[in-house]
């Protein structure tokens, strides 16, 4: 009898000791800390096929080098304007003009006196690219302008007549010195040939 109460009492025991153990919990782990010099550590570098990682900044872009010239072209440039004449009032280019395969365009350029109202010269010209550079291949002078007795207030180019893409046509709005509405006058240019001047006709 006693054998089976100190058996029964073993049993009880036992079977406390293992709930008591399966109520024990483990200490939550403290994650390690991160040492400075794995933090400086730069990252490693990625393997020929591998994608990188998107997380890690891109390098930088080099920087364009300047263009091949452009230092030589802003002096030729600025070595023009330098050299242009005070006395150089306008320039423009007022259409294209073609002729037996050469092509171009023309090039107006007025010249006013300084402190003066009247007096006037202008030029029109035929320029052509030639090696690559702009040339000057005509020059011819409208010399009515200069003898006009009043100002020009302006100029303005009409478009060439369909199979006359060369020609050039201009109107100058001319105010006479005695007067104070502008009169129109045209100038009719055609390659190769002699130009004409005088007050429009419409």
């Keep these: 009898m006693n054998r089976i109460i100190h058996s029964a009492v073993a049993i009880v025991l036992l079977a406390g000791s293992a709930a008591a153990a399966q109520e024990v919990t483990a200490p939550a782990t403290t ?31 080099p920087t364009p080098a300047p263009a091949a010239g452009s230092a030589e072209r802003n002096a030729e440039v600025m070595s023009a304007i330098a050299a242009l004449s005070p006395i150089i009032g306008d320039v423009q280019i007022v259409g294209p003009w073609a002729v037996d395969g050469r092509n ?30 702009p040339t000057v291949v005509s020059s011819t002078e409208v010399t009515e302008i200069a003898e006009v007795d009043g100002a020009i207030v302006g100029y303005r180019a009409d478009a060439p007549a369909e199979g006359q893409e060369s020609n050039l046509t201009l109107f100058f ?27 429009a006709s419409n």
């Design 173 to 199: 709005d001319i105010v006479p010195m005695d007067g104070e509405i502008s009169e129109t006058y045209e100038l009719f240019v055609a390659p190769g040939q002699p130009y004409r001047f005088g007050p």
């Design 104 to 133: 171009g365009v023309w090039r107006t350029i007025m010249t006013q006196a300084l402190g003066e109202s009247k007096g006037s010269r202008f030029f029109f010209q035929q320029v052509e690219e030639r090696d690559g550079k």
């Design 31 to 61: 994650p390690a800390e991160t040492s400075p010099a794995a933090a400086m550590a730069p990252p490693a570098p990625v393997a020929p096929g591998t994608a990188p990682d998107a997380s890690q900044p891109s390098p930088a872009a």
